[in-house]
């Protein structure tokens, strides 16, 4: 016994202790009528400690004595992983038995600063227009903006996918505040794409209290960081949805009655990202990539969460209804899609110069679309003419058949070299194919013609 219950709120027990060793972050216990009831210290005051419950505190009373769980918060750290569904607190929730080989603290991290490596090489996923306008270095963190029916979920699955074919690397999905039908229907689509064997995912449910949706992305960590360190893989990791994790910890923050910065988010903000963030690198043997889709609360891209979490950005692909609408898929938006890695001196010359030129005949063709409506094209000059054309082959050729999607559409998916993208993209700029039709360009790999 390390202490007694003196207090019991829905988010908050307090305890007096009668041990002096006990640490935030540590995990205690009740044996009630009705089960073990843990709970996680995270304040300390003199002999009074400040925990928050796991689950419901019913059953809880005063004077009721308390006992440390001498591991603390564990996951699974071995192969088992792969292929199978957790809780925020590392408890399968997949209906199927799991004989633990070894199990790892979700807080302990592993690198130090000589670990990380900041010059690690490029990672080509195969699909085009992520290559061509937003290539990925190993341990990059890309936000994922895009609201319902834009194809995200898609896009995810061939990520995954591609991660594996190319690099057999597996991946993991982190699901924070997830809605129990969507995690549901996201688990049944991962088995029909014969992808969940090659992959491991982690949810605390929107329905679950706030301290499950807090420890879901360091359990999901935890996980990547076996797949790094001891399979020395380049790991993928999707969280979804990363604010949650920040209205997760300033529930708790409020019901501690810790006084909010503005908008209501806690003082420890920017330090509970940055223990996430931080976590999510590359070293000389393996990597983390993460795609991070981001909440944009009333669309307000100032909001103070929006921009603590952007800091730590390495770029951001965003998923544009107005795309989808005319049946281009991924319906990714090039104009507010963006890399750090789009610099002369990363990608080279060619591919550099190749996207300036690129956006520049897509935004002259948005401008033109607007001039036809109105005059109609026989008014273009000649080379605005050209623009139009060859725009309308540049936007079909950045579709893509997807394998995850063959069931659907009935069109063999490609994974597609950044090489071939490159010399088709300088093919249809330098008018070689201006005899071609626009539509031989739509829902293909490489341009075979």
């Known amino acids: 016994m390390v202490g007694k219950i003196i207090s019991i709120s829905e988010l908050s027990i ?42 419901s505190v019913v059953g809880l009373h005063k004077g009721i004595e308390v006992y440390k769980e001498e591991k603390g918060l564990e996951i699974e750290y071995s192969e088992k992983i792969l292929g199978r569904v957790f809780d925020a607190y590392g408890r399968v929730i997949d209906e199927k038995p799991i004989e633990s080989i070894n199990k790892k603290n979700v ?3 592993h690198l130090s600063l000589q670990d990380v490596d900041i010059n690690s090489g490029i990672l080509w996923t195969g699909i085009k227009v992520i290559d061509f306008f937003a290539p990925l270095q190993k341990g990059f963190k890309l936000g994922l903006l895009g609201g319902a029916g834009v194809g995200k979920s898609v896009l995810i699955k061939e990520l995954i996918h591609n991660f594996y074919e ?23 689509e991962m088995i029909e794409a014969d992808l969940l064997e090659k992959m491991s995912m982690v949810f605390g449910q929107m329905g679950e209290n706030s301290v499950a949706r807090s420890k879901t992305v360091y359990s999901g960590l935890t996980l990547a960081e076996y797949l790094r360190d001891e399979k020395q893989q380049d790991v993928l990791l999707f969280i979804d949805n990363i604010y949650r994790f920040i209205q997760a910890n300033s529930e708790i923050s409020t019901e501690l009655k810790h006084m909010p910065v503005e908008n209501g988010y806690p003082t420890t903000m920017i330090s509970d990202i940055s223990s996430i963030e931080e976590r999510i690198n590359s070293t000389e043997k393996g990597s983390i990539t993460s795609f991070q889709a981001i909440y944009i609360p009333a669309d307000d891209l100032t909001d103070e969460a929006v921009q603590a979490i952007s800091s730590h950005m390495d770029g951001q692909i965003v998923l544009d209804r107005k795309v989808a609408e005319k049946g281009l898929y991924p319906a990714i938006n090039v104009f507010k899609t963006y890399s750090n890695l789009i610099d002369i001196e990363k990608i080279g010359e060619k591919h550099y110069n190749l996207v300036s030129e690129v956006l520049r005949y897509l935004t002259r063709y948005e401008e033109l679309e607007e001039m036809i409506a109105v005059l109609g094209i026989d008014e273009l000059s000649e080379e605005d003419k050209q623009i139009f054309y060859r725009s309308r082959k540049i936007r079909n050729y950045f579709t893509q058949p997807m394998f995850v999607a063959e069931n659907y559409t009935s069109i063999k998916g490609e994974i597609v070299s950044i090489t071939d993208v490159l010399k088709d993209v300088e093919n249809i700029l330098n008018g070689k194919y201006d005899n071609v039709d626009e539509s031989k360009f739509l829902y293909i790999g490489k341009y075979n013609g």
């Open 107 to 109: 807080y302990e991290k």
């Open 14 to 55: 307090k305890i007096l202790l009668s041990e002096k060793n006990i640490k935030i972050n540590e995990i205690l216990r009740v044996d009630s009528k009705y089960g073990d009831v843990k709970f996680e210290i995270v304040e300390i005051n003199d002999n009074i400690a400040t925990a928050i419950p796991f689950q």
């Open 166 to 188: 190319t690099f057999l690397s597996n991946s993991i999905f982190i699901g924070v505040g997830e809605r129990s039908r969507e995690g549901k229907e996201l688990y049944d």
